[in-house]
């Protein structure tokens, strides 16, 4: 049986519509992390390996990206 894709958002996410959503439950069984635009949740996603994904949310924790708006 294929594990069909839980979409999470952020919490942190404001609800201006510029968010994307990730199918993180998807990292242990199949090896990636797919990633969507939540405006457009019917349009292909984004499939990023696990190990990628993780070590791009740990740079963010460590504050190894500036936030410019």
Known sequence: MTES??????????NGGACVEIAANL????????VRDSK???HPALTIASG???????????GKFSRTN
């Open 5 to 14: 894709p839980r979409w999470f958002k952020s919490s942190y996410s404001e």
């Open 27 to 34: 990292a242990n069984s199949c090896g990636v992390v797919p």
């Open 40 to 42: 457009n949740p019917h």
């Open 52 to 62: 990628a994904f993780e070590t791009f949310v740990g740079s963010l924790r460590a």
